[in-house]
């Protein structure tokens, strides 16, 4: 599904994301649907897969957890214009949630994310918001913060002390 796809920041194969994240899951736990939901969860959002393939293939709990993943693209406005709506709406699903396998699914996803930033940033500094839908490092700031408070009772993990880390030290810039 993800075949010629580049990522934004890094001009990288983009399977090298999904493969990241199903890793630092593997970190966490050894449940193999998460893991597999990891490899997964850009599938609907980025490449059109229907979760009813997903489900087929690979069960509904997979699926489920893909789909707690996904935003919904609002693909009739340009990604930029609907950037906060769509944070917005994800961030509820995510505060809402008791269900810890979604959150970790969420940490490895954000995790893998804050590496490439971190990484870029390193590099280009202020540049890379330019790249990105959303412009405002101030508001990217806001995202990924708010994710690591509602993340917060994943905190006995060393993937979210280094999710953490990073924030702080792209968004807060302490280093």
Request: net charge negative.
């Amino acid at each position: 599904s993800h075949a010629g796809q580049l990522r934004k920041l890094s001009n990288t194969p983009y399977i090298l994301h999904p493969m990241e994240v199903a890793a630092i899951i593997g970190s966490i736990t050894d449940n193999e649907d998460v893991i597999i939901a990891g490899l997964l969860h850009d599938t609907i959002e980025d490449c059109g897969v229907d979760p009813r393939v997903i489900k087929a293939k690979f069960g509904s709990r997979v699926s489920a957890l893909v789909q707690s993943e996904t935003e919904d693209r609002l693909s009739d406005r340009p990604p930029a214009e609907t950037w906060q709506q769509r944070k917005e709406e994800s961030l509820l699903m995510l505060e809402h949630t008791g269900d810890r396998d979604v959150k970790i699914l969420w940490l490895a996803d954000k995790l893998s994310n804050m590496r490439s930033f971190y990484r870029e940033y390193s590099v280009y500094g202020d540049k890379i918001w330019e790249m990105l839908n959303q412009k405002d490092p101030h508001k990217q700031g806001w995202y990924y913060k708010t994710i690591a408070a509602m993340l917060n009772e994943l905190s006995n993990c060393a993937a979210y002390n280094e999710y953490l880390e990073l924030v702080h030290k792209v968004f807060d810039k302490t280093y």
